[in-house]
């Protein structure tokens, strides 16, 4: 049996993960994060792999989003600050006929109110918020129920 590969794409500063706001972000780097998520795939023994992908350019991960729809059984995307303005991510994601799953680190409903709205949402088959880079696992989790 194939393995299934979900796409994981991080917007914009999220590279940064670590130094960045640790107060909001935690103190996990980007590279812990796939470390975690690989060990959880391996430890559940799921038959999946992931392919990350982070890039501070909007295009690039239209480009992104469009090649998981190609290639992809699921798409976990956290755009950072793209999704409170990015109307063509959304447009890629609408595209696509795979799950995804919107992750956001912090509870964007608890800061300020030009991060309350996504407009990635509308093409997300599920949003998590809140539960800081636990919610990339709790988006596998959604994303295996949905594939």
Do not use: W
Not at 43 to 54: M, P, Y
Not at 123 to 145: E, P, S, T
């Amino acid at each position: 049996m194939l393995k299934k590969q979900i796409y994981i794409i991080n917007g914009p500063n999220l590279n940064l993960l670590g130094d960045r706001e640790p107060d909001i972000y935690g103190t996990k780097t980007l590279a812990d994060l796939e470390t975690d998520l690989n060990q959880i795939i391996i430890e559940n023994e799921l038959n999946i792999s992931l392919l990350f992908v982070q890039s501070n350019s909007e295009g690039e991960i239209v480009d992104q989003v469009q090649k998981a729809g190609k290639e992809a059984a699921g798409l976990i995307i956290n755009a950072g600050g793209l999704s409170h303005t990015s109307i063509s991510i959304l447009d890629a994601m609408l595209s696509i006929n795979i799950p995804k799953i919107e992750v956001h680190i912090s509870n964007l409903f608890s800061r300020e109110e030009f991060r309350q709205y996504s407009y990635l949402s509308k093409g997300a088959d599920g949003f998590i918020c809140g539960f800081g880079i636990n919610g990339y696992a709790l988006a596998i989790q959604g994303l295996l129920k949905l594939i």
